[in-house]
């Protein structure tokens, strides 16, 4: 738990700053974004359309 | 399942122009990934930072679609204790929700990310992106990834997840070598006592209201 910031003393304020230092030395490994766009598992679902919007088959022989 | 904690909201500090300031992550409604949907690429000279600009407007863009679909099937949460009713309800459900970071000082969201709790009560990240405004450093602020993933901890601990994993990219897979401490492939998998350390990190951290 931390207090709010203005109310930390200069002492606090720098050892806050050194563990954000600390957390922040693997900041050139993140581009911005996790995760993979062309995942399999996030594929899209289907296209939907009604049935009343469907068209009536063509007879085929 | 154990009882979730209201663990979120969460406010804590991450660096923002070389100094220490607040920053809040919450889960997010319907308005929130909507408007993460309005997001520009800022106009850049740099290639690679215009790059990664236009990279986390297209993960955030994708996750929009995908919370859509969810939110249209009734399997989206926008609270903790909605996710928690939800999976009480259908234990083997697949639920969505997606963490959003605020703060008083940005005017829009810092970054997001959209999570799902399969079946067997894992939690798998499908989308974690920072504003293209922030990865492009044109707002200079730091640890928006880092804290979005001990977030998603945070959530998995409060509701007893044994699991926290998604796929790693070329780009990503670092990322997760360098905080987890170990190689990384293809897949990252957090089990519980690696959730339980990237939780209790970030709840350390939480400011007093």
Same mark, same amino acid.
């Given at each position: 738990?931390?207090?709010?910031?203005?109310?930390?003393?200069? %002492?606090?304020? %720098?050892?806050?700053?050194?563990?954000?230092?600390?957390?922040?030395?693997?900041?050139? !490994? $993140?581009?911005?974004?996790?995760?993979?766009?062309?995942?399999?598992?996030?594929?899209?679902?289907?296209?939907?359309?009604?049935?009343?919007?469907?068209?009536? %088959?063509?007879?085929?022989? | 399942?154990?009882?979730?904690?209201?663990?979120?909201?969460?406010? !804590?500090?991450?660096?923002?122009?070389?100094?220490?300031?607040?920053?809040?992550?919450?889960? #997010?409604?319907?308005?929130?990934?909507?408007?993460?949907?309005?997001?520009? +690429?800022?106009?850049?000279?740099?290639? /690679?930072?215009?790059?990664?600009? /236009?990279? #986390?407007?297209?993960?955030?863009?994708? /996750?929009?679609?995908?919370?859509?679909?969810?939110?249209?099937?009734? &399997? %989206?949460?926008?609270?903790?204790?909605?996710?928690?009713?939800?999976? /009480?309800?259908?234990?083997?459900?697949? $639920?969505?929700?997606?963490?959003?970071?605020?703060?008083?000082?940005?005017?829009?969201?810092?970054?997001?990310? *959209?999570?799902?709790?399969?079946?067997?009560?894992?939690?798998?990240?499908? !989308?974690?992106?920072?504003?293209?405004?922030? &990865?492009?450093?044109?707002?200079?602020?730091?640890?928006?990834?880092?804290?979005?993933?001990?977030?998603? &901890?945070?959530?998995?601990?409060?509701?007893?997840?044994?699991? +926290?994993?998604?796929?790693?990219?070329?780009?990503?897979?670092? $990322?997760?070598?360098?905080?987890?401490?170990?190689?990384?492939?293809?897949?990252?998998? *957090?089990?519980?006592?690696?959730?339980r350390v !990237?939780a209790r990190a970030l709840d350390s *951290?939480?400011?007093?209201?």
């Amino acid at each position: 738990m931390r207090k709010s910031l203005h109310l930390l003393t200069p %002492a606090e304020k %720098a050892k806050l700053m050194k563990q954000l230092r600390k957390d922040a030395e693997g900041e050139k !490994f $993140f581009s911005g974004v996790l995760g993979n766009k062309n995942s399999f598992f996030i594929a899209k679902p289907l296209p939907h359309r009604d049935a009343s919007s469907r068209k009536p %088959a063509k007879a085929t022989i | 399942m154990p009882k979730a904690k209201s663990v979120i909201p969460i406010t !804590f500090a991450v660096i923002h122009d070389d100094e220490p300031a607040d920053v809040t992550v919450s889960l #997010a409604g319907n308005a929130d990934v909507t408007s993460s949907t309005r997001w520009r +690429v800022p106009t850049l000279d740099d290639e /690679a930072m215009r790059s990664r600009a /236009a990279d #986390a407007r297209e993960y955030a863009l994708l /996750a929009a679609k995908r919370w859509r679909h969810y939110r249209d099937t009734n &399997c %989206a949460a926008h609270s903790l204790d909605e996710l928690r009713q939800m999976i /009480a309800h259908n234990p083997k459900g697949e $639920f969505c929700f997606h963490l959003k970071v605020t703060a008083d000082w940005f005017p829009a969201s810092l970054g997001g990310a *959209m999570v799902r709790r399969t079946w067997c009560h894992h939690l798998m990240i499908d !989308f974690l992106f920072a504003h293209p405004q922030v &990865c492009s450093r044109v707002v200079n602020v730091k640890t928006i990834g880092l804290n979005l993933l001990r977030a998603i &901890c945070l959530v998995g601990d409060a509701l007893g997840c044994k699991r +926290v994993w998604g796929e790693a990219t070329q780009d990503s897979a670092p $990322f997760y070598s360098y905080y987890l401490g170990r190689t990384v492939e293809d897949m990252f998998v *957090m089990e519980r006592t690696a959730i339980r350390v !990237f939780a209790r990190a970030l709840d350390s *951290m939480r400011r007093t209201s």
